[in-house]
């Protein structure tokens, strides 16, 4: 069974940091394409950041500076460096992986970003 578990959220205030976590376990986390999306209330889902196996990362053009994604391939966890943080970053953070047709989530982690 595949599961993987978020830690690392909570309330920070504006311009702080935070690094999130993703523990993987049930696949082989090496090959997957591992990701952090977001999602606040009444909007969709988004991309913040992948990684892929080898190590190439992209990152949405809101976060490109601030974010950092970097994967542990023998700690099956996979990280989101947060700084500079403001208020439009408030949300649900979720871990993703992915292997065609594979695709799994996590339970999300809550990220607030307020005074």
């Known amino acids: 069974q595949v599961q993987l578990v978020e830690s690392g959220g909570g309330l920070v205030q504006p311009g702080g940091s935070l690094r999130l976590s993703c523990a993987a376990s049930?696949?082989?986390?090496?090959?997957?394409?591992m990701g952090w999306y977001r999602q606040t209330p009444g909007k969709q889902r988004e991309m913040v950041a992948r990684?892929?196996?080898?190590?190439?990362?992209n990152y949405a053009d809101s976060v490109k500076g601030r974010f950092t994604i970097s994967r542990d391939n023998a700690k099956k966890t996979v990280y989101l460096q947060m700084i500079s943080l403001n208020s439009e970053d408030t949300a649900v953070y979720y871990c993703?992986?992915?292997?065609?047709?594979?695709?799994?989530w996590g339970q999300g982690t809550q990220v607030t970003v307020a005074s």
């Open positions: 990684i892929i196996p080898a190590g190439s990362t």
């Open positions: 993703n992986a992915v292997v065609l047709p594979a695709v799994y």
């Open positions: 049930g696949l082989l986390f090496g090959s997957y394409i």
